[in-house]
Each structure stands twice: as structure tokens, then as C-alpha cells.
């Protein structure tokens, strides 16, 4: 099994996405047409300004990204998984924006992944919010890779850190060590919003040169392990017809709007809120359910390549 370290597996910063975003305001007039839509503002071309870390209007710290479009100005706030940083007076992030926009009379605009939308407290101080996924169509190669990993890592932020829900984790990943210790999960800390373990795919999965490499989510609360790989949802139905998972309790299907397909299976209900010790028998059949998805991805080369020849 090969340990090398995939993209999926690393953690994005948001200089990195902030660095992608700028060069696509300055040379790609389809993503800033797309941000104009979401705005709500005309125009044609690319962005005729576009600042990193800008001073705000009166407060101490940074805009991310100050971007002159069709001759509106935009302060852009780029999340990841972030909390709203505070100033040493104590101003939140989130309403410096909104003093700066009614300084520099522009339109505040958050920008992060739907995940952080539905985690993230004060989103509705900005003007306009958009969503790193309804930008992905413009982007290619390795950004579009970028930014579909710092989706997923939304998904399980690292944002005001639980001591108690950690140590549920920790629990979780002894238990995965002793029962099934050919798969393992990803460390982090863990918030009153974590349901969910990622697992650490090199680490658990064969590698098969050529084939993309997959996700691989425990869902605890929502009772489901998936095995995600980008792209192939576009050819769900392609994929439905084929032979090969007859038998297996594999289910399909596509999630979100990135074409990723998902092989799942069905786990135990697993309660976060409640003792480790209450819930290890459901994490148990949960595991043993998980690593029942990741060898079937490793015993059947064959057949995923010809589903890939599908997408």
C-alpha cells in the first residue's frame, strides 16, 4: 500500500486560495462573470484592480482580496474553516467588513466553501455571500484540485476546538487501531460540529496508478461511509448500468454540484453527544462496515478502470 502524500490529504491555507482567486479576477473574464452575476452588476473583461491584504477603513487588520469590478469595489473576505479573528479592542472580523464597505462605500462578499455558510456565525453582516463551488466550472487542472480539497476540509473545520468532542475522536481512532488497523483516520481537533471521520487514504487504500484518488467519509450522524472520486458523477447513470456491484450493499450517488460520485454503504446512527462507551458498539459495526468499502476498492482495479472509461 503506497504512502505517499495526495493532495486530498493536505491541509489548504487561505493564502493559497486567496493567490488563486487574484489571478483569476485579473486574467479570467468567465470567473469574474460569474462573480458579477452573483453580485447582481453588468459589465464585461476582468477585474482593473485587485489588492491583497488591503488596509480597512478605519480598523486595524486586513481585507483579503479589494477587487475594482465593472467599477464596483468589493472587499473579500476568503474562508477556509477559520473563526472571525478579533482585534485587540475586541472588533470581530466580520463587522470591520461592514464598517469598510460603508467607509469605502463598496459591497462586502464572503467567499467560502457552503460548509462554512452553514457553521460560521455573522455571514449575514456581508452584502453578498459566494460559494467556492459555484465558481469551480472556471477553474481546471490543479486549482480546480485546490479548491475541491478545501471544500471537503470546510467539512470538518478546525475552528473552535472541543476538548470533549476530540477525545470522542481519539477514542474513536484507538478503537480503529485494534479492530481494523489497516485503516486509519485523520487527526484534528474537533468541534461540537464534528460527525464526521476522514480517513487518512494512503494510508488506508491501495493507489491505482492512472485512477483518481478517492475520499473516504464515516458519516456517524447520518449513518453512512462514502467513498467519493470527483468527476465520475457526471456519468452516474453510465455507471448505474454496469455490472459489478451486485451484492455488495454499495449504493450510488452524486453530491454537490462537482460531480463527485459516491460509492456508500449503510452504518449504525452513532450519537456524538453522548458517551463514547454508550455508542462503541455502533462505532464498531461502523468500522468494520468502512474497512468492508475500502477493500472493495482495493480488490476491484478492473472494474473501477472500466468505470473510469465511462466519465
Known sequence: MKRDLSLSDQRIRESKTDAIFTTAFRTSEAFCNSVRRQIGITGAGCASSVTQQAPHYSDSGTIDLDVILSRQRLLIENKISAAWSFTRKGENQADRYTRSASGFD??????????????????????????????????????????????????????????????????????????????????????????????????????????????VFLQLRQANVKLMVRKWGWALEWIRKEPGLEGTGITLGRVGTRGTIAFQMQTPFVDCDQSFESQARAIEKALLTTRTLCRWWDANEALLRRLSSLV
Do not use: W
Request: with cysteine; proline share 7%; net charge neutral.
Open 106 to 215: 463598496a459591497h462586502s462578499v464572503l467567499l467560502a466553501p457552503r460548509a462554512y455558510f452553514r457553521s460560521a456565525g455573522k455571514t449575514n453582516t456581508f452584502d453578498k455571500l459566494i460559494s467556492y463551488e459555484s465558481l469551480l466550472p472556471n477553474f481546471s487542472g490543479a486549482n480546480y484540485e485546490i479548491l475541491c480539497t478545501a471544500i471537503d476540509q470546510a467539512v470538518v473545520p478546525v475552528t473552535n476546538p472541543d476538548d470533549e468532542r476530540t477525545i470522542f475522536f481519539d477514542h474513536i481512532s484507538a478503537l480503529m487501531a485494534e479492530i481494523t488497523p489497516d485503516i486509519r483516520m485523520k487527526m484534528r481537533d474537533r468541534n461540537k460540529d464534528s460527525y464526521t471521520v476522514h480517513l487518512d487514504v494512503p494510508k488506508s487504500l491501495r493507489r491505482h496508478t492512472g485512477l483518481p484518488t478517492p475520499s
